[in-house]
């Protein structure tokens, strides 16, 4: 009977549930693997190693999942692959020994060092940033610098004997590679497999994303309190099957899985990590069973011979603040009252030569702000306002978080008072993206006493982007009928994800004929209108278009449009999660039968 090893994806970020680990363990996987770590946790827990040199760590999975779980994973023999090292892995590790031992249980826990590039800035600090060009950050300002590793050191560590293995920052996906690589012995140059279990690992690293969380028809998804976590069962030619636990909550079919492998992909063919080049165009997913969804086609190449470096800075400050308006004319009041704010404290800020705040921005929460012009909720009678502004300087916050509440007795009849917390003065916390050859960055594995190092060389061939082959477009579509004009969502799945100050929405076709109807709809100058709003101060805004046959989906990439992105952006939606539903109700003209 041909190997099966089966891997849960047990936590998305750094905040989510406690109860996946447990239902995967119960479930029976081989192996969990946890995601805590984005470039905005990253810039969080360098702070928190700053102020304290034994954390920088992820302490839910250390406090939570580890302590929780300790009698199950050592019944049952379930493996832990996680990034919740962050910039401390050896701290994290420490603290998990110690837990085990007060409760009287002994593990063997594999750590991986060498991602950390921060005293070795001096390699990288010749470069501009990858995706805007822009100049080197000043050095005080940087927090982090890790190089995002691959599942090679994973792998390593459990060949070691490691039962857990604790990384710092590696590419999500190589979490699940690492384990296949070991599993199945693969080698550097098994582009497609390595491919496949790249896919495998995207699909299960943001946790319920791949069993029905988040997706579009929310409505067909039972059970959320109770939600099945993703499980891949990997093969070792690299096809897998992703289901959930038997009896949870969630749903797994097609739509489901293709809506989370389009999720923050920039260009299908060239999804680029440390081990392969991946190119998702030509996948197939095949409804194998009730929750089981077989996933196949996933093609390989060689990879860059680069690490990408991920430096988090610290670029002055800013203060968001949330206020309630009541009654008729709700977001005309919340309008006017925020712009009488913002100028007051700009006024005062002149008054003491600090100079104005460098970018401010007013949202209207319930009268759709983030739709632009699209919005339909100016009506309303019941609105929060946020107001967010930025500055070099954290006491120009001063005036900010006084006059912020003055209003309450002062402006707007029918102000409710400050919304849920009073604000507070927050760093802003930029990325800068360069890349480094692989072979200078050795990874260093430490298992109790032993300690190896490895070295990923750059192969001989490496990535070309020049030789992509990109697919035949679809033919023009012809009507052959009566066209009716219709919400996107009639015809089509959707899911969007940030990438850095960009965003992505994947379109998936909900039948492959009307695939040609969706594509001549979604063209790239439709789409600078369509969300013309959100490209407010890009410098060089565009819309990429990407087809992908196989699961009869387009791509859209929206460069320069979350006003910074994560920790830098003011913006209502910084992580882009919810710009597929606005295009989702885009009218589109399709044959009639295609609705039925």
């Not at 999942?65 to 420490?94: F, H, Q, R, Y």
């Not at 590696?170 to 080698?187: N, P, Q, R, Y």
């Not at 400050?317 to 100028?343: H, N, P, S, W, Y």
Request: with cysteine; aromatic share 8%; proline share 5%.
């Amino acid at each position: 009977m041909a190997k099966t090893v089966r891997i849960g994806g047990a936590c998305a970020f750094y905040g989510d549930s406690s109860v996946a680990p447990t239902q995967l363990i119960n479930a029976g996987v081989d192996y969990l693997i946890l995601d805590y770590l984005a470039e905005a946790t990253m810039s969080a827990l360098g702070s928190m190693k700053r102020h304290r040199a034994d954390l920088g760590y992820a302490a839910d999975f250390t406090e939570w999942v580890w302590k929780d779980n300790l009698a199950a994973l050592k019944a049952t023999g379930t493996k832990i692959v996680t990034n919740a090292g962050g910039v401390n892995p050896k701290a994290c590790v420490e603290r998990m020994q110690a837990i085990a031992a007060e409760a009287g249980y002994d593990f063997r826990i594999a750590y991986v060092e060498g991602d950390d590039l921060l005293g070795r800035l001096d390699e990288i600090a010749d470069q501009t940033e990858m995706f805007t060009h822009a100049p080197f950050p000043p050095r005080d300002k940087i927090v982090t610098a890790n190089a995002y590793l691959g599942g090679g050191p994973i792998a390593h560590a459990l060949a070691m004997g490691a039962d857990m293995v604790i990384t710092g920052r590696c590419v999500d996906s190589a979490l699940t590679l690492g384990i296949c690589i070991h599993e199945f012995g693969w080698k550097a140059e098994d582009y497609d497999k390595l491919s496949q279990a790249s896919l495998a690992g995207h699909v299960i690293e943001c946790g319920a994303q791949g069993s029905g969380g988040l997706f579009t028809d929310w409505e067909a998804v039972p059970d959320w309190e109770n939600i099945g976590y993703p499980i891949v069962e990997c093969q070792a030619d690299g096809s897998f099957v992703v289901t959930k636990p038997e009896g949870s909550g969630g749903l797994v079919n097609k739509a489901v899985v293709a809506e989370q492998i389009l999720y923050e992909v920039g260009d299908p063919q060239a999804y680029l990590l440390p081990d392969v080049a991946c190119d998702f165009t030509e996948v197939q997913l095949e409804q194998v069973g009730e929750n089981r969804v077989r996933v196949t086609g996933s093609i390989g190449r060689a990879p860059t011979g680069k690490y990408k470096v991920c430096v988090t800075w610290e670029d002055g400050f800013r203060c968001m603040g949330f206020m309630t308006i009541v009654g008729r004319d709700a977001a005309k009041k919340a309008q006017r009252q925020a712009e009488a704010v913002l100028a007051r404290c700009n006024r005062m800020l002149r008054d003491r030569n600090m100079g104005p705040y460098r970018t401010s921005r007013i949202e209207l929460i319930g009268a759709e702000s983030s739709y632009g012009a699209h919005a339909r909720g100016m009506d309303t009678r019941e609105v929060v306002y946020k107001l967010a502004a930025e500055h070099d300087d954290a006491d120009a916050f001063k005036p900010f978080l006084r006059e912020f509440d003055s209003p309450t007795t002062s402006m707007s009849v029918g102000t409710a008072g400050w919304f849920g917390a009073r604000a507070q003065v927050t760093s802003v916390s930029r990325v800068f993206s360069v890349a480094i050859p692989r072979d200078q960055v050795p990874a260093t594995i430490t298992l109790g006493s032993k300690v190896e190092t490895i070295t990923e060389p750059v192969p001989a061939k490496v990535f070309d982007p020049a030789a992509i082959v990109r697919p035949a477009a679809p033919a023009e579509p012809v009507a052959d009928g009566e066209l009716v004009e219709v919400p996107l969502v009639s015809v089509a799945w959707g899911r969007s994800g940030d990438k850095g100050d960009a965003f992505n929405i994947g379109v998936i076709a909900r039948k492959p004929e009307a695939l040609p109807w969706i594509r001549a709809a979604l063209s790239p100058e439709a789409m600078l209108s369509w969300f013309a709003h959100e490209f407010e101060g890009g410098a060089h805004p565009a819309v990429l278009r990407y087809d992908l046959p196989g699961l009869n989906a387009v791509n859209l990439h929206f460069l320069d449009a979350l006003g910074g992105g994560q920790f830098a952006s003011l913006r209502l939606d910084p992580l882009a999660k919810g710009k597929a539903q606005q295009l989702l109700d885009m009218p589109v003209k399709v044959p009639a039968h295609m609705v039925a």
